[in-house]
């Protein structure tokens, strides 16, 4: 009886100390606001900028994220943002070089638009061609991060598949988590480009939580193409089960090349809203 008893009580205790770590919150959690990466609307935006953003609140987003947009000033940008009930907690602050040599101005625009986070959207083939290489990258984001702190911001890196490309026996991914300061470089994971990596996102939110605050939900059809949310194989309703373990605060859906950029952004919207996963 005793044995069985001490038997009782571990199992109580082991669960009590793995499972919050290893559970995500309820499926029926709601996300906040449901937003748009607008790379998706690029070339309608570069048409009509306001215009645009008015379809985009008035399907139901109310955050956006900017990447590669010839657009008006931050301030402006910002004025319009706030008509149509828009915010914007992030942007793709240019490339890796410009945020070498452009940091000040970029952390300027940023809080002028009101953000909170700036992202590195992509890492040229120049700059990682060793594991030294991923290693002086790290050293830099650390220094962007830091700068970025002082100026009342975040700094994320957003992954494409090639982090995962095993490199004398590492994966580049795994060493910028392990080699940044978790207290000044977040990741913005996309998880169409994790599943063409063949990653599990949940192994990465269990081993670095609340590392992650940015996610752009974007599917992958069965042939590996980019396709609209909902139409192809990712499993987002487990993957967003684990949101509050990997520290998600912001969900931007993206399409890098729609057919139909508003159409698309509407089925992407309404499948996620049926997720139970909704705007509250």
Partial sequence: MASRGRRKFLATL?????????????????????????????????RDFEGTLAGIAGLGYRQVEFAGI?????????????????????????SYEQLESQLPRILQDANERDQ??????????????SLDDWKRVCQTFNSI????????????????????????????????????????????IDLYWMAKAKRDPVAYFQRYPARFPLVHIKDMARDGTITDVGKG?????????????AG?????????????????????LRYVQQLGLRPG
């Fill in 116 to 129: 909170k986070f700036i992202v590195c959207g992509f890492l040229d083939e120049s700059r990682r061609r």
């Fill in 70 to 94: 010839v657009g008006p000033s931050p301030r402006q940008a910002l004025s319009v943002l706030k008509r149509h009930g828009l915010v914007a907690p992030s942007s793709h602050a240019g």
């Fill in 145 to 188: 991060g830091e700068r970025a702190k002082k100026a009342g911001l975040g700094f994320a890196y957003h992954n494409h598949d090639f982090e995962f490309m095993p490199m004398d026996g590492q994966i580049p991914y795994d060493i910028v988590l392990a080699e940044t300061d978790p207290g000044l470089v977040k990741m913005e």
């Fill in 14 to 46: 082991l669960s009590a100390v793995v499972a919050p770590r290893l559970a995500g919150p309820a499926l029926g959690k709601s996300i906040h606001e449901i937003g748009l990466q607008l790379f998706t609307v690029r070339d309608l935006l570069e």
């Fill in 233 to 245: 194989v990712i499993d987002f309703k487990r993957i967003l089960g684990y949101a509050t373990l």
């Fill in 248 to 268: 998600i605060a912001h969900y931007f859906v993206e399409h890098d090349n729609p057919t139909d950029p508003m159409l698309s952004i509407e089925t992407s």
